[in-house]
């Protein structure tokens, strides 16, 4: 099993900048992915940002050069991943999701596993 805890989402006015993040832990495991996702209502939940276990990411056409997702494998077999979001727009807001991918190192299980979700609102 794996465990997502999410922080950071907020209220911010147009043109500012929020920074999210997502810390996964529980079993050992190896990532394949970790990406974050967002939902607006009556939307569809929708990718935003993605890194993968070689380093390398994508974005939506919608956020691109605005959000920067980042990685980081801490010390105490944590893994944390960063949205970094700027120049943010009322279209932006939405529940945004954490997500990982990868398989459990003891039982090679696969893991797919959402974050609570973190409400971001951006008024105009």
């Known amino acids: 099993q794996v465990q997502l805890v999410e922080s950071g989402g907020g209220l911010v006015q147009s043109g500012g900048s929020l920074n999210l993040s997502c810390t996964a832990s529980g079993t050992i495991f190896r990532i394949v992915a970790m990406g974050w996702y967002r939902q607006a209502p009556g939307q569809q939940r929708e990718l935003v940002a993605i890194t993968t276990a070689g380093g390398s990411t994508n974005y939506a056409d919608n956020v691109k050069g605005r959000f920067t997702i980042s990685r980081l494998n801490r010390l105490d077999a944590k893994t944390t991943v960063y949205l970094k979001m700027n120049a943010l727009k009322p279209e932006d807001t939405a529940v945004y999701y954490c997500?990982?991918?990868?398989?459990?190192?003891?039982?090679?299980?696969?893991?797919?596993?959402w974050g609570q979700g973190t409400l971001v609102t951006i008024s105009s």
């Open positions: 997500n990982f991918r990868g398989y459990s190192e003891p039982t090679g299980a696969a893991l797919d596993a």
